[in-house]
């Protein structure tokens, strides 16, 4: 939500309303991961409703960086067997940053 104040000729934004911290849930700390932060691709848990643009202001947000682009994967849920019973994995989404040359994350 924002708040638009009037101009003569057009409305421009003044203030967004909008929290974002239930976007990045966490960072994505695999090999894969780990192997494509050299070449300044940061990957992250998303929420499963959020969206490219609510990504990108929840990074610049946190982190104080802006990123140059951001691609979305959706896993699918699926059924698996564990120990002999049916399981289900729940579905998940990630998203992965780019960002400019000399911008870094920390990831704790």
Do not use: C
């Amino acid at each position: 939500m924002a708040l638009f104040t009037k101009n003569s000729k057009e409305k421009t934004e003044v203030k967004n309303l909008e929290d974002l911290s239930w976007v990045i849930m966490s960072p994505r700390i695999t090999e894969k991961a780990a192997m494509i932060s050299s070449d300044n691709v940061y990957t992250f848990n998303i929420a499963v409703s959020s969206n490219k643009i609510q990504v990108k202001k929840a990074i610049i947000e946190k982190y104080g960086v802006t990123p140059i682009s951001i691609n979305i994967v959706n896993q699918k849920p699926r059924k698996e067997v564990k120990r002999g019973r049916k399981a289900h994995k729940k579905g998940t989404k990630k998203a992965m940053v780019t960002l400019k040359k000399g911008d870094t994350i920390e990831l704790a």
